[in-house]
């Protein structure tokens, strides 16, 4: 047997005689037998991870060591044992290798998961802690009720990295087959938006604050259920004794309808009555300012992310949260849905690199041939083509790219343009997803980053392209808001309306971004981080700022009227202050448009996205 110690796998060259050796609890394997060698010796420092497809020759034994571990898929000849030393495959069977984050190795059922022992494991923990927690009571099956079905779900949780962190099964209630007004009544639960994330980052980097990251497990549990829900009893855990019996819940599961409403309202309630605020700009920020204390808190389900300006505070905070909930503190933010954050010396990194290779995979291009834009300067958008035979892979590609747009600003006009395109994609438009994912591939590493800075003032830039649509001679418009210099807003979308002026679509895009400033404002204020300078609005269409700061009266701006007085009245209150800047400094112009590369590479510079600092803190050289 070839047999390589877990801290030696590429180092120890090949012996002509091998001895298979089987732990003692699996008695159907042959132990102490002896093997001829394999056929083909193997090469020292030959990586067996790492091979994509292999079928291995006669008599090689495949195994699977606890710190590197080979993962297979079954064959029908073998039964695949995830704790063995070794087993001795027949010659005729081929072996499907897999890297620990593929999401083959989460099994999609009951009965695939109960041939692991690992997933026995994290079965068995999640049943404990819905018995200590009280979640249901077996009772007899009421007539004529609706009863909802279970399942277990499976996942393989990973770290930023990719390794394997833990195996995680849950119990979930099959809410599809709720009955509304008899189930449940509400179901809505806010959740907090990728701005405020941002605003959050960068007032702590401003300000040298730590970002501490907290998980709540079985968050669901803690709700307290105000409808009467029967459930099926989960497989594998039927009570022998009243297999006929259903589980009456007291607690709410996840898959509930009303389940994520009643988790927010049963910790909004808790963090009320600890002294927190909630926000009313975004419901899922909650302040505690008392004398010189200050904390925030984000929530978005069951993750928690919080800093404050004194550490005791937060730590006191903490174990509170702890001895209302099963908390576990993460320790300082690191890997937050699916975003990346890395701290350096002057501030916080943040990207999505590991979600941006896995949209990669999922289209099979990660060799694909970079390019240096999204999309070509001279391209053009239209309804009429040949239809793409997949429209389901181009809505997954296109849904996952939106999300990336979180912290890749430079991508928001192409998913725009590709996302007007949903309902009847066509092959062009498919064309044109390979390239921002071929343009993704050469950027792998993007992502922005947040620096300290002396000022903390709000600074926005606007921008519109007159009837940018050839079909429907709609404009397109974007801004982008920084503040202290960090960006921690933007957008890139097409008017609603016809404009019969390019003074017109660059006015209603004014009025667009001054109301994304007035929510940043009022969110600041909240914060009690307020800037003492007004913010500065940039346009670069002298008409639309000369009528946003003198009362001139137009028939040509009749009809923009609504939009033309909220200007004003900004700017007249002293709210608001509008400026002309250069068409070659517009950096908004890149959420209009697509640039040529020499201004489109400026712009992104602009927007403070780039590679990662190349000194980041913890490196081997502190």
């Known amino acids: 047997m070839l047999f390589f110690p877990p801290a030696h796998l590429n180092q120890l060259p090949y012996h002509p005689l091998h001895q298979a050796q089987t732990p003692p609890h699996h008695p159907h394997l042959q132990a102490q037998r002896l093997i001829p060698p394999p056929a083909q010796p193997l090469r020292p420092k030959q990586n067996l991870t790492h091979l994509p497809f292999t079928r291995l020759p006669p008599h090689l034994i495949f195994l699977l060591l606890p ?7 079954p064959g029908p000849n073998h039964e695949f044992l995830s704790h063995v030393i070794g087993l001795i495959l027949p010659t005729s069977i081929s072996i499907n290798f897999f890297r620990p984050s593929s999401p083959a190795l989460d099994p999609k059922s009951f009965k695939t998961a109960s041939k692991f022992p690992h997933w026995w494991t994290a079965m068995h923990k999640e049943m404990a802690v819905l018995k200590e927690n009280n979640t249901w009571t077996l ?27 833990r195996h995680k099964a849950r119990l979930v209630a099959q809410g599809f087959s709720q009955v509304p007004g008899f ?31 907290l998980d709540v497990n079985n968050a669901f549990l803690h709700d307290i259920l105000n409808e009467q829900v029967y459930m099926e009893q989960p497989s594998g855990f039927i009570d022998s004794k009243y297999p006929d019996r259903v589980c009456l819940l007291h607690k709410a599961l996840y898959g509930l309808k009303q389940a ?3 988790w927010f309202q049963r910790l909004s309630a808790f963090l009320v009555k600890s002294g927190f605020s909630c926000s009313r700009a975004d419901p899922s920020l909650f302040v505690f300012k008392q004398d010189t204390c200050i904390l925030y808190l984000l929530v978005y389900v069951d993750d928690l992310i919080l800093t404050g300006n004194q550490e005791a505070a937060i730590n006191s905070f903490i174990q509170r949260l702890h001895d209302e909930f099963a908390i576990k503190d993460l320790g300082e ?45 001279d391209v053009v958008f239209t309804t009429t083509g040949q239809p793409f035979d997949d429209p389901t892979l181009y809505r997954s590609l296109v849904g996952a790219l939106q999300y990336l747009t979180i912290t890749r600003p430079d991508i928001s006009y192409a998913v725009n343009q590709v996302s007007q395109f949903l309902q009847q994609p066509t092959v062009i438009h498919y064309q044109h997803v390979k390239r921002i994912l071929r343009y993704i591939k050469g950027t792998l590493d993007f992502g922005l980053t947040f620096s300290r800075s002396k000022y903390s003032n709000i600074l926005g830039y ?67 981080s307020l800037p003492p300078d007004r913010p500065t609005l940039l346009c670069d269409n002298q008409s639309a700022i000369f009528m946003s700061q003198n009362p001139v009266a137009h028939k040509r701006a009749k009809h923009i009227d609504i939009d033309y007085h909220f200007i004003r009245e900004l700017v007249l209150s002293g709210r608001l202050y509008t400026k002309f800047v250069p068409t070659k400094l517009q950096v908004a112009d890149i959420f209009t448009k697509s640039l040529p590369r020499p201004q489109f590479e400026l712009f992104r510079t602009m927007l403070r996205l780039g590679s990662p600092p190349s000194r980041l803190r913890g490196d081997i050289n502190d």
Not at 143 to 161: E, H, M, Q, Y
Not at 192 to 212: D, F, M, P, Q
């Open 67 to 73: 710190s590197q571990p080979i993962l297979c898929k």
């Open 139 to 165: 009772v007899d099956r009421p007539p004529n009720v609706n009863i909802v079905g279970s399942k277990w779900l499976f996942k393989t949780k990973l770290r930023a990295d990719g390794s394997v962190e």
């Open 183 to 213: 189930d449940f009544d509400h179901t809505f639960s806010p959740v907090v938006k990728a701005t405020t994330i941002r605003i959050v980052i960068s007032l702590a980097v401003l300000n040298g604050w730590r970002l501490h990251q």
């Open 260 to 262: 994520p409403r009643a």
């Open 333 to 377: 933010l690191s890997y937050f849905l699916g975003l990346e954050v890395t701290s350096h010396d002057s501030g916080i990194f943040l990207s999505q690199s590991k979600y941006a290779k896995d949209i990669l995979d999922r289209a099979k291009m990660l060799d694909a041939k970079p390019m240096a834009t999204p999309l070509a300067s």
């Open 462 to 528: 606007s921008d519109a392209d007159w009837a940018r649509c050839i079909e429907t001679r709609r404009s397109t418009y974007g801004y982008s808001i920084y503040l202290g210099g960090n960006l921690v807003s933007w957008s890139a979308k097409k008017q609603p309306t016809v404009a019969r002026s390019s003074c017109e679509s660059e006015y209603r895009a004014m009025a667009n971004t001054a109301t994304e400033i007035v929510w940043v404002t009022h969110l600041l204020r909240e914060l009690h």
